[in-house]
């Protein structure tokens, strides 16, 4: 139980260009979805949370004009990374709560997106 | 400002024997501790919890011990198997529903 998937798993593609990933929760419904950013050899780095159905909550120094999340339903949130740079090029990563979770712990994982802009 | 410290950035041991990762935090108002395995390309999963209100948590060949006054924790895997061998994050909560702030994490090795 408690699977999520994330899509796609690798993306490359060219500067300017906007990408979306996908996070699905397969077997649950999803209260709250988390976003992460890592970089090589570094921590997971949280940037955004996202309830359903209303509007997403950034961490500080994440631009929410560059870094656009939905979360329209139970079971699907998107991060759209608008206009990439190669300082964008990461590994995100979404996590997702189920309802009835012990103060929204655990998250479970993706298996994350390696982002790559040329 | 490094909230949760994991000093030891890999630890190799020695299949069958016991593997301890350590993890310090700062903030005396977390309350529920995490421990994720992960591996190259994947996402982090889920190992074990501890609340606050507890200093011992144990499932099957994982034990994660809370010292609060220390502001400790460390997860004990044993016997230590080949297939453990990935990085563990540890990962703190402040009041319920709140986000997670991980640990940089340590690579175990453990060799056959």
């Known amino acids: 139980g408690a699977v999520v998937s994330q899509h796609p798993s690798w993306v490359i593609c060219k500067s300017g260009t906007s990408v979306k990933i996908e996070c699905r929760s397969l077997d649950f419904q999803a209260t709250t979805m988390f976003w992460y950013r890592q970089f090589p050899k570094q921590s997971l780095m949280l940037m955004a949370t996202?309830?359903?159905?209303?509007?997403?909550?950034?961490e500080q120094g994440v631009e929410k004009d560059k870094f656009l999340i939905n979360h329209a339903s139970l079971t699907l949130s998107t991060l759209t990374v608008t206009s990439a740079h190669p300082e964008d090029s990461s590994f995100y990563i979404c996590?997702?709560?189920?309802?009835?979770?012990?103060?929204?712990?655990?998250?479970?994982f993706g298996d994350g997106t390696r982002l790559s802009i040329l | 400002d490094q909230q949760v410290k994991q000093n030891s950035p890999s630890l190799s041991v020695q299949e069958g024997r016991i593997s301890i990762l350590n993890c310090d935090y700062t903030?005396?108002?977390?309350?529920?501790f995490l421990w994720y395995k992960k591996y190259p390309a994947e996402g982090p999963t889920f190992l074990i919890s501890i609340s606050s209100i507890k200093d011992k948590n144990e499932d099957g060949r994982f034990t994660v011990f809370l010292n609060k006054s220390a502001k400790h924790l460390s997860l004990h895997i044993v016997p230590s198997q080949p297939g453990d061998s990935a990085v563990y994050f540890c990962?703190?909560?402040?009041?319920?529903?709140?986000?997670?702030?991980f640990g940089a994490g340590t690579i175990l090795r453990v060799k056959s």
């Open positions: 903030n005396s108002m977390f309350d529920y």
């Open positions: 996590s997702a709560v189920g309802q009835g979770a012990w103060g929204n712990q655990p998250q479970h």
């Open positions: 990962a703190a909560s402040a009041v319920r529903g709140n986000k997670l702030v």
């Open positions: 996202s309830n359903e159905g209303s509007k997403a909550t950034y």
